[in-house]
């Protein structure tokens, strides 16, 4: 059987993979540069720019429309609920 059929060999561009080479980005990782002092290459963009200002459309049309919906002693629960959630009191429901 060869090395490449039974499903373990790795598929893709293989990179050099010694101490040394990964050592040496994970230093350029964490200073922002490479070592000779040039800026590291920039992220590529992957985001879809007509589905983000679809999303962002739908979230400034969604909070008024669901507080419209809302009743105040329900608006009350959520305001209560997130306020004991971001700052940690306990339910003094006993």
Aim: net charge positive.
């Amino acid at each position: 059987m060869k090395p490449w059929q039974d499903g373990i060999m790795r598929k893709g561009v293989s990179r050099d993979h010694d101490f040394v080479t990964v050592a040496r980005r994970v230093v350029e990782h964490a200073i922002g540069e490479h070592l000779d002092g040039t800026p590291l290459e920039a992220p590529v963009q992957r985001k879809n720019k007509a589905a983000v200002s679809r999303g962002h459309l739908g979230g400034v049309k969604g909070g008024p429309a669901r507080a419209v919906k809302l009743t105040p002693v329900q608006r009350k629960m959520i305001a209560v609920t997130a306020a004991r959630t971001r700052w940690g009191r306990p339910n003094k429901k006993d």
